[in-house]
């Protein structure tokens, strides 16, 4: 049986993105909360943060054979409530390792997610004859930019973590119902190939393109876990201008993704990868020198600019790559790039809190020269559309 509204296929993608990103960006906003009634400094939170990516990264492994079971529609049609429900339940957790307990699951459903919501975006691109992958992208931020807009007035209210996300499950439910209730899985690719390897050793030029990315990954994941208690522990901020780091950067970063193609064929991805870098780094300066709140806002908005494009123009470096099948290499970058992702947290909250959290941030200056020194290998020039 068929429900919600009758969109167009990309509309669709679109906002099934930004569902799914506004399902997952409500808590972020209150990680603060969360942590000061745990009790704990920032590095045991930051241990607990990793269950997210251990189950994600399991999903991305081992997920793709069992959703095909399942079936695209109804897997994302359960998901993405699922996911809402996962996250209410981990902001019970009364400690770190609880923490850590209650969001591998968190993690499991959303590799899942990720799977059919990529892969849906590729096959959709296909369809079309036209690329939507970095606008289905800027949906993402966008969502999460909402999302962070919503946490944000409610954490001002007073209102518990715990209620703010309980009380997101029904809107969850009623907006997929709404906008996937007609959601049917676009035919996929001439041509693909169900034996690609769901695991692939990245080579020396995915080690490079690894590199590329890195600051980019490391930055994204700092503003996003840990500028709300960045704003709290410096300056002290209430909680509606404490959740404002998330919001401002998935603002910024979704406004950049959704014109980003533009750019990349108009120049190169070297010439926008090196933009990108030196915009983050601007960022960075504004926050580590803690120079007052909206400054530093602004070097949060900035750290979501410039970590907004530097993933997928690696992924399309990748996919061009012809040392071996374009799917291997694309596998190889993004589960050996999820695993920073899994060390990310504890390192950033173990920095936090010998060094200081303005340190988390500091560390990602020699990041940015390392990825400077790596662009050349996503190539001079721009990439053409592809229709095949």
Known sequence: MKFGLDLAPHHKVFGGFAIYSFTMGNIFPRFADIREMMGVEEGAFGLGLIGAPVGTLIALTFGPPVLERIGYRRAILWLIPVLSLCYAVASLAPSPLWFFILLLPVGLVIGGIEIILNLEADRTEHLLGRRIMNRAHAFWSLG???????????????????????????????????????????????????????????????????????????????????????????????????????????????????????????????????????????????????????????????????SSAMFPLAMSAAAQRTDRPAAVNVAALAQFSFGTFMI?????????????????????????????????????????????
């Open 144 to 306: 999460f930019f909402a999302a962070g807009l919503v946490g944000g007035a409610i954490a001002q209210s007073g209102i518990s973590p715990q209620v703010h996300v309980f009380s997101m499950i029904p809107v969850t439910l009623i907006l997929t119902a709404l906008i996937l209730g007609r959601f049917d899985p676009a035919p996929e690719r001439a041509g693909s190939h169900k034996d690609d390897p769901k695991f692939a050793a990245p080579t020396l030029g995915i080690l490079a393109l690894v590199c590329v990315t890195l600051a980019a990954m490391l930055m994204e994941g700092a503003y996003i876990d840990w500028s709300a208690i960045y704003m709290d522990s410096v300056y002290q901020s209430v909680p509606f201008v404490a959740a404002l780091g998330v919001t401002i950067g998935a603002l910024a970063q979704g406004i950049t993704r959704f014109f980003a193609d533009g750019f990349v064929e108009r120049y190169s991805p070297v010439l926008v990868s090196r933009v990108l870098l030196v915009i983050m780094s601007v960022g960075i300066v504004l926050v580590f020198f803690t120079l007052g709140e909206w400054p530093s806002l602004l070097g949060f908005a900035l750290l979501g600019i410039g």
């Open 344 to 388: 990310a947290p504890p390192l950033l909250g173990f920095i936090a809190e010998h060094w200081g959290i303005v340190w988390s941030y500091g560390i990602g200056l020699p990041l940015v020269v390392l990825s400077l020194a790596f662009t050349h290998v996503l190539g001079n020039k721009p990439m053409p559309h592809k229709v095949d």
